[in-house]
């Protein structure tokens, strides 16, 4: 496809992982990444992840990536009500490497 | 992280009148800064991508005459929505990219909610 897809919404019990998941369009990107945006709100750079690692680990937060499939993925664990947000995953294209976004995922956690 | 700071965070205007949003990279150099359009429950929208020193590229379907962005120094760009309607009510978010050459990852301004009325 031609679009950054992602599914639209998850929802996870506290203290679980949650896992959200994005198909990206080119194989050739080299940097992949996981914006967080909260209601009303601008977007806060999560995390990235550079196109030779299949994956990266920061604190909380794995991402995974399957360049044959363009499949990224971002585990939040130990998820907590703070987390509940919108997940955008985007990748650069285009001339100026602009970011390219996904639908966004609307992850809601449950007390 | 790098800090874009976006102003105003809200603003509610009149038919007809126009509105100019800022854009700030306050502790880099960002040659190049983007503008998107959210709508309620949307994902972003890529407007124009902002060169300071030249003009602006904007997307397909985006009116340059009505959407005017301003790129006049490497930490400031501005977007002007002129003659603005209610159909242009939306949440606008500008992104910056550091200039230096490991510089990736674009940063983004905390949004500008405009409703016109």
């Known amino acids: 496809g031609e679009d950054v897809e992602q599914s639209l919404f998850l929802s996870v019990r506290e203290g679980d992982s949650s896992v959200i998941n994005c198909t990206y369009t080119d194989s050739s990107s080299t940097y992949l990444y996981w914006y967080k945006q909260e209601p009303g709100a601008g977007l806060q750079l999560l995390t990235y992840?550079?196109?030779?690692?299949d994956m990266k680990q920061d604190q909380r937060l794995t991402v995974l990536l399957n360049k044959k499939d363009k499949h990224l993925s971002l585990r939040i664990a130990d998820t907590q009500t703070g987390d509940s947000a919108i997940y955008f995953c985007a990748e650069p294209l285009g001339s100026a490497r602009q970011l390219t976004f996904g639908s966004g995922t609307q992850l809601t956690v449950l007390p | 992280g790098a800090v874009v700071s976006q102003h105003p965070s809200r603003v509610i205007c009149k038919s007809g009148t126009s509105v100019k949003i800022e854009c700030r990279s306050l502790d880099f150099q960002a040659t190049t800064m983007f503008w998107y359009r959210q709508f309620p429950k949307q994902s972003l929208m890529l407007m124009a991508t902002?060169?300071?020193?030249?003009?602006?590229?904007?997307e397909q379907g985006v009116e340059k005459d009505k959407f005017l962005i301003n790129h006049a120094s490497l930490t400031l760009s501005t977007l002007t929505v002129t003659s603005a309607h209610p159909e242009d009510s939306s949440f606008y978010i500008c992104s910056a990219r550091d200039r230096r050459p490991l510089g990736t990852e674009a940063f983004f301004g905390q949004g500008t909610r405009l409703t016109v009325v």
């Open positions: 902002s060169n300071e020193g030249s003009k602006a590229t904007y």
């Open positions: 992840i550079f196109s030779n690692m």
